[in-house]
């Protein structure tokens, strides 16, 4: 084995990474704290499994098999959150007959913590999801659609804070533009506002004014677009902004085996990660906080 694919082949080995250039050693001790990140994306209203004819997907999936997965993680670990990156609506029989009351009453069974919207959430109109709200026992995020003039306004909150073992976290949301996506009498009024500068103003309140401990994003914006620049992806925020510690995304499907590591505007890390769709993936992040709230991650994808 060549050095270079040795040390890689150990880093990922050993697993655990830090963030911020704190030494290992300092998250050895029984002391360290351990919050555990779940998430999906692009559920597009999965709800079984996969049939055994279903090509490279055959018998996988479904919302029965990822509850097992997740009652296993919080047995193993309470201080677990589990959140989406929106596109809960669209794409089998089931939002076409319930037209979202199915996804939402099993997500709540789940215990989902906080989602974000999709492009695909609004397929129903911003009155069918409006509709779907009283089976929702979850928060919704959403910092740069401004659903002042719409039937969503008081549903939606540009972010929460959450606190585990004495570790407060802090998320907010962002959506992909929907002008051109989405159909303009499905939205309404709702208004896009710019990504880069709420992402900028909504993680330095978590981080400055709030005194968040972790700042996640939860973004239907994409992983990266190669051949257009002029849109701005998860990627892009990563490296254009401060204070986000951990961006799950979604919109583009992307499966990701383990988070990206990208270097944010004042070179500090940003884990960025993504798990396909259609809940055949099982997104985990390990959060783990020394003594002085220094942190460290390891992240990797669960099959469903």
């Known amino acids: 084995m060549k050095r270079r694919e040795f040390i890689k082949h150990t880093a990922l080995t050993t697993g655990l990474m830090t963030i911020g250039g704190v030494g290992l050693s300092s998250f050895a001790d029984n002391k360290a704290k351990k919050i555990t990140i779940l998430h999906t994306n692009d559920v597009h209203s999965h709800i079984d499994p996969f049939g055994p004819d279903d090509g490279r997907n055959a ?22 959150l589990l959140l989406d990156a929106g596109d809960i609506f669209q794409g089998t029989p089931y939002f076409n007959f319930y ?14 913590d906080v989602v974000t919207i999709g492009n695909h ?17 979850f ?23 959450i606190i585990k073992d004495n570790i407060k976290i802090g998320i ?14 499905l939205y309404k009024e709702t208004k896009y506002l710019n990504p880069i500068e709420i992402a900028q103003d909504m993680s330095a309140t978590l981080k400055n004014e709030e005194k968040c401990d972790l700042v996640i994003c939860l973004s239907h914006l994409g992983y990266d677009y190669k051949n257009e620049s002029n849109k701005v992806s998860d990627l892009s925020l990563a490296k254009a902004t401060d204070n986000i510690d951990l961006i799950i995304g979604g ?8 988070p990206t590591l990208v270097k944010n505007r004042k070179d500090k890390d940003v884990l960025v990660n993504q798990v396909g769709c259609y809940g055949l993936y099982l997104g985990r992040i390990d959060f783990y906080f020394d003594s002085q709230k220094n942190k460290a991650s390891y992240g990797r994808a669960l099959m469903v």
Do not use: W
């Open 121 to 137: 959430d609004f397929d129903n109109g911003i009155e069918g999801l409006h509709a779907q709200m009283p089976y929702a026992g």
């Open 251 to 258: 919109h583009t499907h992307t499966f990701l085996k383990e």
């Open 172 to 185: 907010f949301g962002l959506g992909i533009a929907l002008e051109g996506l989405v159909m303009k009498d």
């Open 99 to 112: 037209g979202g009351e199915l996804e939402f009453k099993l997500m709540s069974m789940l215990k989902y």
């Open 59 to 80: 018998n996988k999936g479904g919302v029965a098999r990822r509850a097992t997965i997740i009652e296993d993680i919080r047995k193993e670990n309470p201080n677990t």
């Open 139 to 161: 928060k919704f995020v959403s910092a740069n659609y401004d659903f002042t003039n719409t039937v969503m306004d008081t549903f939606v909150k540009p972010y929460e804070i």
